[in-house]
């Protein structure tokens, strides 16, 4: 778990600043902040236009209604007393003005009632469908990011805050655009009848709301900085979830009786976490106590104001009724603008995240060559070097190397020697930060990625184990042939998983795994040749990488895998990543890393013959068999 990270503010997240001097701090950043109002705007249009234009108009309507009912009200009461006062004067009694005006509110009433519905039902289809939306534009931005990125803490950090709340967010943050609109038009309807009364009722009236409004930006503002600063520990929480619940975890967590610590480890970090929101929400919900009480005296001062102007008969009766329901009205309205302002503010604040991780710089692929210059040729590294982002030591130096087409070469060395860094930069998941590497000819900078990556088959140690067919996890090594059959049966063969494929209940069409219904487990040696059926699933690839091919083998299949390496290395340039001396002394050429640089080269017998550091390995792993 990561702890103490540094803010990015000026304050930490505990402290106390008060509200009003807090919310004039975090307004100063209003205008760059709601920049992302537009962005919002812009993602709900794409998604839905014809949702979005409902809902405008429909919004307008909520605006304008809500005066008009409170319009037609007065009459109602003004024509109830006139009518009372022509019966107690002449005996007679016209009741068609009033029940006209309660059939008109009526219809009014009931639109209102139709138009908040069809809010709620357009929110309720934008939400679904704006949901999906963010969540594939996050994937789709996943997909173009460098390796550099997924090995890096601080972009996770990033990108669980991403999905966190960004995909919620730009609905929010349109609909309290449309509130702030709907309740503008509302409150000019109402300040235009309230005028009427008297135009210091309308400034009463806009200035009442301003203290909820300072408390809310300031603690919006507060509750973002939170959880920004928590995100190591929020990502904690969600690994020790999976640690806890998933089934690749799960006999270890019950052998070494891991769970009750993790549990509470666990439920520390949600203690700490809810101690800081019980204080934020403790502090919130006081100080917009204390200042909401503002809004309540200034609304009963305008009622006492308005009471009396009627019993001095400044007004009718219906004219109080009207002004003391427009008062109440309005300042719901303007509590409603000030509350969709903060509204704003906090859900562009989220927003950010999100954008915060789209706009992640992606470098640009810029390679447009599919063959290369000297064909045949085959791979060159050229006193490469590389240092991983954030590293202090280099993992590969000074590397220079050739294999040709038909030639095999193994990489010997300590875990951390840079075995598999030599790989990640012939894949072109990273770049050499000096040296180039070559193929057939040309820098690997100016391949298409496509294309070179068409040309490699590979087999990592630390491959993934798919819960999908067991066709599709073999297809999984070739997209444009991810649905072949004859293909899946062809590259099982070669990865010798076809025998034990074929007893399965469902065959190529069993479902592996154990997150979806009828799922097999596989033992490690079994999900090992999958993988490496996998490697063969690309008949072009004539650069075939195996990293620790045998680990999870027997010693019958690691025999026959020895043997279908030997026949690949006559056609293929093959780079083997092992352990295993019985495995690497069939190559025809043998480089000993050591601190990412090579430290010996040769074949099998050169190298014995040396007696120098493979000599010592391979006797001290020889002497295990005697």
Request: proline letters at 3%; one cysteine or more; hydrophobic letters at 45%.
């Amino acid at each position: 778990m990561v702890a103490g990270r540094k803010l990015h503010t000026s304050s930490s997240p505990g402290a106390r600043t008060p509200p009003v001097e807090g919310a004039f701090a975090s307004l100063k950043g209003l205008g760059d902040v709601f920049r992302y109002t537009r962005h919002a705007l812009e993602l709900v249009w794409s998604t839905s236009r014809p949702l979005t234009v409902a809902l405008a108009a429909l919004t307008l309507l909520a605006g304008v209604l809500p005066a008009g009912i409170a319009f037609v009200g007065a009459r109602i009461v003004d024509a109830v007393v006139t009518a009372v006062g022509l019966h107690q004067a002449a005996g007679a009694t016209d009741l068609s003005t009033v029940l006209s005006y309660v059939v008109l509110e009526g219809v009014l009433v009931a639109s209102l009632a139709a138009v908040q519905r069809g809010l709620s039902t357009c929110q309720s289809l934008l939400r679904a469908q704006l949901g999906q939306r963010v969540n594939e534009m996050i994937l789709e931005k996943a997909l173009t990011l460098d390796l550099r990125h997924f090995e890096d803490s601080e972009f996770y950090d990033k990108l669980t805050r991403a999905r966190r709340e960004a995909s919620t967010r730009p609905l929010a943050l349109v609909m309290s655009s449309f509130g702030l609109v709907q309740n503008a038009i509302a409150l000019l309807s109402f300040g235009t009848l309230l005028a009427q009364f008297s135009p210091w009722a309308v400034a009463v009236l806009l200035l009442a709301g301003l203290p909820s409004f300072i408390a809310e930006a300031k603690f919006s503002g507060d509750a973002f900085r939170l959880f920004r600063w928590r995100s190591p520990e929020t990502r904690m929480q969600m690994y020790l979830e999976t640690v806890i619940a998933r089934e690749d975890h799960a006999k270890e967590v019950k052998l070494f009786d891991l769970g009750p610590r993790l549990l509470d480890r666990y439920r520390q970090i949600f203690q700490k976490v809810f101690r800081e929101d019980r204080a934020l929400t403790i502090r919130r919900d006081t100080w917009g106590f204390f200042l909401g009480l503002v809004s309540t005296g200034a609304f009963y001062a305008a009622y006492a104001w308005v009471a009396v102007s009627a019993v001095r008969g400044q007004i009718t009766l219906g004219q109080m009724t009207m002004y003391v329901l427009l008062f109440r009205q309005g300042q719901s309205a303007v509590s409603s603008i000030l509350s969709a302002i903060g509204g704003m503010y906090e859900d562009n604040l989220y927003l950010s995240t999100l954008y915060d991780y789209l706009d992640t710089p992606v470098a640009a692929a810029t390679g447009t060559v599919t063959t290369g210059a000297s064909p045949g040729t085959g791979l060159q590294f050229e006193q490469v070097s590389f240092t991983y982002p954030g590293a202090t030591e280099p993992a590969v130096r000074d590397v220079s190397f050739t294999l040709r087409p038909g030639q095999s070469l193994a990489l010997v060395g300590e875990n951390g020697s840079g075995k598999t860094t030599l790989i990640k930069l012939l894949t072109r998941l990273y770049t050499p930060d000096t040296g180039r590497i070559l193929l057939d000819g040309t820098n690997l900078d100016a391949w298409q990625p496509a294309a070179l990556r068409r040309r490699v088959g590979v087999i990592f140690q630390d491959f993934a184990r798919y819960q999908f067919m067991v066709g599709e996890n073999i297809g999984a090594g070739d997209v444009t042939h991810f649905e072949d059959e004859a293909r899946w049966r062809e590259a099982a063969g070669l990865g010798m998983a076809a025998p034990f494929i074929e007893e399965l209940p469902g065959g190529y069409a069993t479902q592996l795994g154990k997150w979806f219904k009828d799922g097999r487990e596989l033992s490690g040696g079994q999900w090992q040749k999958i993988a490496l059926s996998r490697a063969f699933m690309r008949e072009d690839a004539d650069i075939l990488v195996l990293d620790e091919p045998t680990a999870a083998m027997d010693a019958r299949a690691e025999a026959q895998v020895f043997e279908q390496f030997q026949a690949l290395a006559r056609s293929r340039m093959v780079i083997l990543i092992s352990h295993r001396f019985s495995t690497v002394r069939m190559a025809d050429q043998i480089l000993v890393m050591e601190g990412g640089h090579i430290l010996e080269r040769g074949s099998h017998e050169s190298l014995m013959q040396l007696g120098g550091h493979y000599a010592s390995l391979f006797a001290l792993q020889a002497r295990g068999y005697r």
